[in-house]
């Protein structure tokens, strides 16, 4: 057996920043080769960013990434680092042939091994995800190769995120060509309530290669995804060795003893049981164990419960939303109801209350205690705040067109949201718009109203969870949350009955059932895609059954033309569900 | 050889209406009936509607498609018709045990024989295209099969669309199965200057295999799909010998003298040439071919001019959107510019112009010339109008917030926007969007402004081919065109220099370069992906690059959130072009 010291940089990359994410690249392997590690393991697609979508047909964008790749190779050597392997995703291109179908210019979702200023060897995904978040048949062709280097006597076998979720593949083959260890660099979001698959599955393969398993995940916000991190490794018997925290970046090492190989290098087809060959390409860095050292006892972050999670999940996309895009301030409207509540102190959390404006626009129909409300969470957290009463506004429409019942209450919405915009416009802040997934999904907003904005925080949220995180967030805190007020959600509104406010005594249950009542059906419905008999056996009301159904899929439309907003379950609609506009499918009937 | 007269059903279902498509189904069967043919093709997924997107993840609804397919065989049996074959796309399931990564209920893109009250046979799409509009590996697993059934004499083959675009699976084997008759089932959408791409792939086809081909293709509207028919038969040669017309519903009849077979029914295998074996599944409807009768002159439909084609894609695509969406009438706002004049003679063209609906909103800013250009508009195609001035709304809002520069250009944009919500909301029109391609790649149109409606007719058309267009409808009409007036767009309209009119005397030119040139230039950025050097190379000026690939850049967000249009071209935004909006990736740099 020998001793390796292996690196997990568990970081947020930019998306198309290729200096930025380069530069970055070379400060984490010094910090490495500080702390003594044999082998740096980056994350999926680490230099170009994590997805980059339509960029990757762009034969620029491929050439710059490769460019990148090689250059970052050479910084790496010229800056002293050159004797410390770096594993890290990055674009390349298969060179074939174009035919009908095939994305244009072939790419691969590659990784590459640095050492000594050289790309070492590289390799490519081979099962292309095409589900939920994926859409990588339109972006890559297939890689088809498992490189094994040896690294101070252990032989060490790369693959990409998506091969170790597949039967079959490069990942299949680490076995049988014998590698001591597996490193895999991801790109896996988040998702609440998955369990602990990742961990699961990291064990398995383990397991059936025999050998120890890497897993690098990147963190970070991006547009609708959210990276939690969480990397980690387990031992050839699938047992748990060493685990990074969710969502923060953190570079994560991890002491092993594993097995010693001298077997010839060479390049060997493997059939891999999915109907392809991968060809095993088996190289030597270093053949010499290191000497024997202490290792490091290992660590194992503890895993945040739900709360925690889905609420750090929403402030790092808030955070990295604003940042990416170059944003330094948002806007929003606050109406003292709880949506909006949540919504500024995730923000507040996220960027600091110093760079939060918040708008009261009281109507006619606004109650005292909205304005109350709204005033008391200005006072706690110290966000930027103003009054704009839209009476005026609301009646100068009025006297040009005649609205009445559902077109009037829209108006108000879209008043408001026209003081957003043009507030945004001047000032130069991001709109954040405050609809939760309860209201989305049901299409109780209005659209170029209430979804008038750049990015939704708790557009995936359903109600019951605005309230439950409101109360966490009341009792715990965190140190990257930027926000230090005590309580910084007023208990008015968490506890007050929910209302829209835009008639006289309006209630969200006048339209509505029980939120309670409402998200488990919305759940049954839309992440699980039950049929209408199927809810009606699991337990809904059948007349519920059919209202839901049929403000869901009406609700179809409005949901497209609503702005991105991060993902906290399978499906937070907008661009996730796709669904015919024109379609005559009555799930009902 | 042995004579077959084969009807081709060009039709235009809705998507999940499954009885009224099934209705058609029976009906247009009649008509093959009634004119003597022995064969009748529908197209794909014809039961269904095509493209079914995420509904076909749902249970219920492909369980309602196969019951749909069974009941239809014994409609048409029990209505005297089920001794005439049907071929008909369908959903059908493939019955394989869940994995990772598959989509839910493992759905099949099937097509199936019916006759004499049974589903005698059935395939399913072998090849799976993701790219451009497509995303079936979302949506499908693939089909391993090819049926030959032999019908009076002669053996035909039934494959699916994409099949014939790709080397290898079902379609390369049917040379070797010995087929005297290829029928292919199809939803393909229209693109414009595709050139003859269809009749070129069925004539290679047809000469691969040695046997004549029958290509049925969907007509109509679909969201931002529309179908062009253009339905064709080629023989063995790959002469073309038949062809229904574009845009239009049509059952195209032919004569055809194909190859008498007497190869044994029963099930064998072929290697397909793509790593998969395709099962021929020989089965005998009848052996004895039909008595020898005089055959029909063969109808060879002449094909559209650019401009006639492109026009009618979009008539055919409004009146699609409107009617499967349940609409009576349409909203517009009408400038007195060319967008909204050729918006409004499209929606009358499509639906009527007692259907449709125009406002004319001056502001401060409107000269004379857009009021009387506007109003000789209503004039010529008679279509409701109302006008409803902006002015004091604006002043409200500017009374209670202060807005200079662009942010108030896009408040009056906002104004009229919530003035058709509002009058849509109330009365129940549609609200068309009247923006053009070159606005909307370069940004240059108002979010929540003059984007805010339910479906964007032009939204694919480049500026100078509104003016075009403009043009052509003025010399020319059809009779499917629902407007009967002479020259229906004001001259004034076509010459005049565009203006948005948001501020005293501004000229489009003074934001953006001359149209001819931005829409070169946008063609080979957007629809040829090409980068800055490539685009220097092709001639465009490196300034006039560097500042309109930014424009383009940075409207991606924007686009997003435009309401659907129909797609004339590879890319006509929204959700066709993927980039990431939180993206640092420059291409100028």
């Known amino acids: 057996m020998a001793q390796l010291r292996i690196a997990l940089a568990q970081t947020n990359p930019t998306v198309g920043d290729l200096s930025g994410n380069a530069g970055k690249l070379v400060a984490w392997t010094r910090d490495a080769a500080d702390r003594g590690a044999h082998l740096v393991v980056f994350t999926e697609m680490f230099l170009t960013g994590y997805p980059v979508e339509d960029l990757v047909l762009r034969t620029s964008f491929v050439d710059a990434s490769i460019r990148a790749l090689r250059e970052t190779a050479a910084r790496l050597r010229d800056e002293g680092l050159g004797e410390l392997p770096v594993v890290v995703g990055y674009v390349d291109r298969a060179g074939l042939a174009p035919r009908v179908g095939q994305p244009k210019g072939a790419p691969l979702d590659a990784a ?16 292309l995800p095409n589900y939920g978040v994926f859409d990588e048949y339109r972006y890559f062709v297939r890689g088809d190769r498992l490189p094994v280097f040896r690294l101070h006597g252990v032989d060490v076998a790369v ?6 979720w597949q039967e079959g593949g490069p990942v299949s083959v680490v076995g049988r060509a014998g590698a001591g260890l597996l490193v895999v660099p991801n790109a896996s979001p988040y998702e609440k309530e998955k369990d602990d698959v990742r961990l699961e599955l990291c064990a398995r393969r383990a397991r059936e290669a025999g050998c120890a398993l890497v897993y690098a995940n990147q963190v970070g916000g991006q547009d609708e995804l959210v990276f939690d991190g969480d990397s980690l490794v387990v031992d050839a018997s699938g047992e748990l060795v060493a685990r990074a925290g969710q969502f923060r970046e953190e570079l994560l090492t991890v002491d092993l003893d594993l097995p010693v190989s001298d077997a010839e290098p060479g390049r060997y087809p493997f059939d891999a049981g999915d109907g392809s060959t991968i060809t095993v390409e088996r190289l030597v860095l270093s053949s010499e164990p290191v000497p024997p050292y202490e290792p490091e006892p290992p660590v194992v972050a503890e895993r945040l419960d739900l709360h925690a999670e889905v609420y750090s999940a929403l402030v790092l996309a808030v955070r990295d939303y604003v940042a990416k895009n170059g944003f330094r301030s948002v806007i929003l409207g606050l109406s003292g109801g709880i949506d909006s509540a949540l919504t500024a102190t ?4 996220a960027i600091g209350p110093d760079r939060v ?7 006619r129909y606004s109650s005292d205690h909205s304005l109350a ?24 429409f009025e006297k040009e067109i005649e609205l009445s019942g559902l077109s009037a209450e829209n108006l108000q919405a879209r008043v408001r949201g026209m003081i957003l915009m043009g507030l945004s416009n001047e000032h130069g802040h991001l709109v954040l718009t405050t609809g939760n997934k309860s209201e989305l999904a049901t299409g109780y907003s209005t659209l170029y109203g209430d979804s008038a904005g750049g990015f939704a925080p708790i557009k995936d949220v359903p109600k019951t969870m605005v309230w439950e995180l409101s109360r966490w967030r ?23 009955e929910p209302s829209a406010e835009l008639r006289p005594d309006q209630r969200d249950t006048d339209s509505l059932p029980p939120y309670e009542v409402l998200d488990r059906l919305l759940d049954d419905y839309v992440e699980k895609d039950m049929g209408s008999r199927e809810l009606i056996e699991a337990g809904h009301a059948p007349e519920l059954v059919a209202r839901v159904i049929r403000l869901v899929d009406l609700a179809e439309y409005k949901r497209r033309q609503y702005p991105p907003g991060p993902k ?12 015919p506009i024109t379609n005559r499918w009555r799930e009902t009937t």
Chains 1, 2 share one sequence.
Do not use: Y
């Open 474 to 496: 009341n009792e715990h805190g965190d140190p990257s949350f930027l926000l230090r007020a005590e309580r910084p959600v007023p208990e008015n509104s968490i506890t007050k």
């Open 159 to 164: 693959a990409v995120c998506e091969d170790l």
């Open 373 to 396: 409300d709204a005033e008391e969470l200005v006072r706690r957290q110290g966000v930027n705040a103003r009054v704009v009463p839209i009476a005026d506004i609301v009646d100068a």
């Open 357 to 363: 404006h918040v708008v009261l626009m009281p109507s």
């Open 112 to 127: 590459a091994l640095l050492h000594r200023g050289e790309v070492v060897t590289c390799t490519a995904k081979h099962h």
């Open 346 to 349: 995730i923000a507040s959390d």
């Open 568 to 579: 906290i379950t399978p499906k937070n609609f907008g661009r996730d569900r796709r669904l």
